[in-house]
């Protein structure tokens, strides 16, 4: 669509919602490529007048069909998508998320946890840092011999984006490191932000400039620090904060609170409001200050970060899942607003859920403007919750209703409350579909066997053939976390299933050779050029190598999550391992099942989901066709698997005694060992105290090595 055609174009509240998606594509198609010409290229081909028109347009789209509005969503971004262009770090230690929190009572259990991880008693000493939490971009910086050498940003936790040349601008990241005892590698972690003054300094330039706002500070330092031309980045004034760090060759202080103090000593800034705290009392008590005071800081904070200050124990703790046990965020509580439920949508999932979304009349919630929110299920619509038990008093939510919605950090807006005296007179109980609305299967809320329950959930029984159920999976497959195809957004797969050239994951890495045949090539169609498609096909083959956890996750096995899907590479090594054992374990009797059952953190559930997934044989000639593409690469081994222990299997059952379950799983991971939950032929060492029985039995049945724990901390030491 060109803006000369824009008077002539149907108002935006006369389209369809078919009318709309269609133009919205084509409008997202076209300012994407205007914004590459003008970021990447610096060559416009369009007045500013003329890209204002296109931009209102889209906006207005937008406005009108909250839908249309996803994470690819241009509204949702700055400039353009530099990555790109950017060469791939990957992070020697990992850069994990933390743990969040939102009530008082969140902080006492974390710390009761950690007693009791730890086995301490409640007037055992046990002290915490407390600062704040920075919204903004996180980074990595890697030091030399005291010099800058690298620094990248969050990515996936894995691998991130190379910012050198852009992060070396950032008046608050010295070149060289300070002072004497510098180790010989440091990797700084911290927070890139804007100030307030300077985030508004900003947008009055770019709206002097008749250039698109920035949402926010965030937003704005984030899109600032992943510019393609470093100069761009030197010409807006971010701000650093450090607080952690990844690989340290020597660490110089064994308490988090020393470290910060070595860091300020290495020439970083380090938040002043960090406090060191020895009892609940005092944490919550720094919050609620800093809560108080949070306006008046002259940047943007969403909580309060609580570590443990001992770096030994930090250890001993180590990791559940994506974060440190040791850690927790303390978030301020979810912002408030009121607004009209105008109407009420089902989005089809990857796996068949009938997700309920709510179109609201749109309201600003914290800054954010929230056009719609989610429903959770049928049931959170009837005002009955997970365990059948009334919420909101029993009331049930209609269209109409006045709603009360609410906001917590980044994560979607939900539907909390109804005003109930609002009520409209004619409001009626929402029916919810038993039919899916993208194909027309029969939508059935399914038994559980195990307990007898209804499922919360709503689901298409169309399976393959339900294309919404389709093109979920392929936006699934290119995520972030999963194959992380650059170019490969929501809205790019829409387009190319719609056309037919990418209905299977498959189709993905046969696209530009098909491209190289076809007489209606991408490069020739209207919103492409040669630079956006030899990116996209370059983006694609950088992938036909890839982790073997990311293939696993991005098959979007029902229940198996990137942590489940961490635990099946780690065990089994290669794609085809785990392909055999899962056939092998259809038969329940087989010893593939108990070893599949038996992997630590792979319940029941998610064992049976594996084996089902491959069952079906649609699944299994979609392996093979992805598989000759692609090569899965095992998982990196863990830093720390120069131990005994490294590579074995190891079972604890029985009383420990001197150390908790939980400690000695935590600790067998750490030295590089897989924990199983029950004995098999592959068990390596079983681990007894007072009270083993039936596993004990089998380990002696099947010849497994047995000892108690003083033998273990005799294999391996304290960990």
């Known amino acids: 669509m060109s803006p000369k055609n824009a008077p002539s174009l149907k108002p935006v509240d006369q389209l369809t919602l078919t009318e709309a998606r269609a133009e919205h594509d084509d409008l997202g198609r076209e300012i994407a490529e205007h914004d590459r010409r003008y970021y990447e290229e610096d060559a416009p081909t369009v007045s500013d007048a003329e890209y204002d028109a296109l931009r209102k347009r889209y906006e207005a789209l937008e406005g009108m069909f909250p839908e249309l509005k996803t994470t690819e969503s241009l509204t949702q971004k700055v400039g353009s998508r530099a990555s790109e262009k950017f060469a791939k770090v990957r992070h020697r230690v990992p850069m ?31 002290v915490f840092t407390a600062e704040p939490k920075i919204d903004g971009l996180s980074l990595s910086i890697r030091y030399e011999k005291g ?37 010989d590698v440091f990797e700084v972690r911290g927070e890139v932000y804007l100030s307030h003054k300077d985030f508004a300094a900003i947008n009055e330039r770019q709206e002097a400039a008749g250039k698109p706002l920035f949402a926010n500070p965030r937003n704005a330092a984030a899109g600032s620090l992943r510019q393609l031309d470093p100069k761009i980045t030197a010409s807006r004034p971010l701000c650093f904060f450090a607080y952690a760090w990844g690989e340290v060759s020597e660490m110089p202080a064994s308490t988090q609170y020393g470290m910060m103090e070595a860091l300020r000593g290495f020439g970083f800034k380090v938040n002043p409001l960090t406090r060191r705290c020895s009892s609940v009392a005092e944490m919550l008590e720094h919050y609620h200050a800093i809560e108080t005071d949070r306006a008046n800081l002259g940047y943007d904070i969403d909580g309060v970060v609580y570590k443990v200050d001992d770096l030994g124990l930090q250890q001993r703790l180590g990791f559940v899942s994506r974060s440190p046990r040791w850690a927790l965020a303390h978030k301020f509580p979810a912002q408030k607003a009121v607004t009209v439920l105008e109407g009420i949508e089902i989005n089809v999932g990857r796996t068949g859920s009938l997700n309920p979304i709510a179109r609201l009349r749109p309201v600003t919630v914290g800054g954010v403007v929230v056009s719609n929110a989610t429903l959770h299920n049928e049931d959170y619509i009837k005002g009955i919750g997970g365990n059948g038990e009334k919420i909101r008093g029993g009331v049930d939510i209609r269209i109409g209703d006045t709603v009360i919605i609410n906001r917590a950090g980044d994560v979607i807006p939900k539907v909390l409350d109804v005003v109930l005296e609002k009520r409209p007179a004619d409001a009626r109980p929402y029916e919810f ?70 209905q299977r994951p ?53 229940h198996v999550g990137e942590t489940s899907a961490r635990l099946l590479a780690r065990h089994f090594g290669t794609f085809e391992a785990l392909r055999e054992a899962a056939r092998a374990a259809a038969d329940p009797d087989s010893e593939a099942h108990a070893e599949l059952t038996s992997i630590g953190g792979i319940g029941p559930v998610v064992a049976e989901a594996i084996i089902e997934f491959f069952k079906e044989g649609h699944n299994e000639e979609m392996l093979d066709a992805l598989l000759a593409q692609v090569t899965a690469e095992p998982m990196e081994a863990p830093a720390t698997v120069s131990s005994p222990v490294a590579g074995k299997t190891v079972v604890f059952t029985g009383s420990l005694e001197q150390m908790t ?41 099947l010849g497994v090595q047995v000892m108690d724990e003083d033998g273990w901390f005799a294999l391996v030491g304290r960990g």
């Not at 990515?155 to 005892?181: F, M, Q």
């Not at 499922?455 to 399976?463: F, H, P, S």
């Not at 699934?476 to 299933?497: C, K, L, P, T």
Request: contains cysteine; aromatic residues 6%; charged residues 30%.
């Open 506 to 558: 498959q189709d993905i890495f046969t696209l530009a050779e098909r491209n190289a045949r076809s007489l209606k090539r991408l490069e020739n169609r209207e919103g492409w050029g040669e630079t956006s498609v030899r990116n996209l096909f370059a983006a694609i083959e950088a992938r036909r190598s890839i982790s073997l956890n990311r293939l696993i996750f991005a098959l979007g096995i029902p």
């Open 433 to 502: 579909p038993t039919q899916c609305p993208a194909c027309g299967s029969h939508a059935v809320r399914e038994v559980n066997p195990r307990t007898g329950k209804e499922d919360a959930v709503r689901r298409c029984t169309g399976g393959l053939i339900c294309p919404a159920q389709a093109r979920e999976r392929l936006k699934h497959f290119v995520s972030r976390n999963a194959f992380d195809i650059e170019g490969m957004g929501e809205q790019r797969i829409d387009e190319f299933y719609e056309e037919g050239l990418v």
């Open 96 to 126: 994990l998320s933390l743990a969040n929190g939102f009530a008082d009572e969140e902080v006492e259990e974390f710390v009761e946890r950690i007693r009791r991880f730890l086995q301490w008693k409640a007037d055992a000493p046990l």
């Open 661 to 701: 379950r939980e400690e000695a799983k935590a600790m067998a991971e750490r030295l590089g060992a897989k924990v199983a939950g029950s004995v098999s032929k592959k068990t390596d060492l079983v681990v007894a105290g007072p009270g083993a029985g039936s596993k004990l039995a089998k380990a002696a049945e």
């Open 147 to 183: 010099r800058l050498v690298t620094a990248a940003t969050r990515g996936d936790g894995a691998e991130g984006e190379d910012v050198t040349n852009n992060a070396r601008t950032v008046g608050d990241i010295p070149h060289a490191l300070k002072g004497s005892n510098i180790p």
